[in-house]
């Protein structure tokens, strides 16, 4: 496909930065692939100068990291990097479900469940990267619902790394499973069962060592 034909009135870099980073979740450009401003200018249409922009955009998500002398290569999640992402869903995503679980609305527990519907129709199909996303946005959604502007943003600075996060401990497990598996998180919640909504936030959560098996 053309990628270039995928560029539209949004800035060159956001988008070109988009479209890299889509190609890292998915697993197009896998761990440790070097990325030359060159190649990637050619392949999106794009001036050097726009793919240099958008690769130091998604440095500082760290998705990528530069090598002196080298440039850019995929990032590799490391034991450490698997730890760190681990145990901040463990804290961020445990406080958000204990909050949300604690002023829960119907408005609220109606939007949960759309975007829990979503996920099982994901689930459902054969498309990865799309389970994959709409597992985050289950996430993402119970965050928005804990009412916590402060834990939502920093949540935020961190989303593109839990979805690979999400990409990779998703990897291990049956499509139906990674559905079902967050059931009880969401009735949980939509319950008002505030202990309940914690422990099953982080029970929801792959641990790190059980990723290095998959890596």
Known sequence: MNKSALINKRSLEDQAADLIREDIVNGELTPGTRLVETSLAKEYGLSRGTIRIALHQLGTESLITQVPYAGWSVAQLTGQDLWELSTLRTTLEGMAARLAAEHIT??????LKAVYADLLECCAGEDFNAITRAD???????????GHGRLARQYQLI???????????????DPAVVGSSHRALVDAICEGRVDDAAAEAVHSITDAEQLQQVL
Do not use: M, R, T
């Open 159 to 173: 989303e593109n790394q839990l979805l690979s996060y999400i990409s990779v401990s998703n990897q291990s497990f």
């Open 106 to 111: 119907a408005a609220g527990a109606e939007q």
């Open 136 to 146: 985050l946005a289950l996430h993402k959604a119970i965050v928005d619902l804990s």
